[in-house]
Nanobody, 117 residues
Framework: VQLQASGGGLVQPGGYLRLSCAAS????????VGWYRQAPGKQREWVAS???????NYAGSVKGRFTISRDNAKNTVYLQMNSLKPEDTAVYYCAAQRLRDGVYGYWGQGTLVTVSS
């Protein structure tokens, strides 16, 4: 499975961005797709995920502001980020969970989101 993340950029506080994660390869072997982020000097943290059945989960810090969704026809997962805050600044990664063992074993390259005035 290959994952290609895109959509990062510079945005002012209160603004919005939409990240995309395009998947290719053995899509049938994936049980969920998640977004993670890593801020400078901090550990990588989970942000949101969407399961095969369409159920979604969010970290408390982004709940109500971020929305994860998918387009099955395009094999793409999106992360709509609204009301962005400076603390949302990070490199965002998409990852896919393997159906066989539940591990997020497939990772895309990161896309940088900078929230600053």
């Amino acid at each position: 499975v290959q994952l290609q993340a895109s959509g990062g950029g510079l945005v002012q506080p209160g603004g919005y961005l939409r990240l995309s994660c395009a998947a290719s390869g053995s899509i049938f072997s994936i049980s969920a797709v998640g977004w993670y982020r890593q801020a400078p000097g901090k550990q990588r943290e989970w942000v949101a995920s969407i399961a095969r059945d369409g159920s979604t989960n969010y970290a408390g810090s982004v709940k109500g502001r971020f929305t994860i969704s998918r387009d099955n026809a395009k094999n793409t997962v999106y992360l709509q980020m609204n009301s962005l805050k400076p603390e949302d600044t990070a490199v965002y990664y998409c990852a896919a969970q393997r159906l066989r063992d539940g591990v997020y074993g497939y990772w895309g390259q990161g896309t940088l989101v900078t929230v600053s005035s």
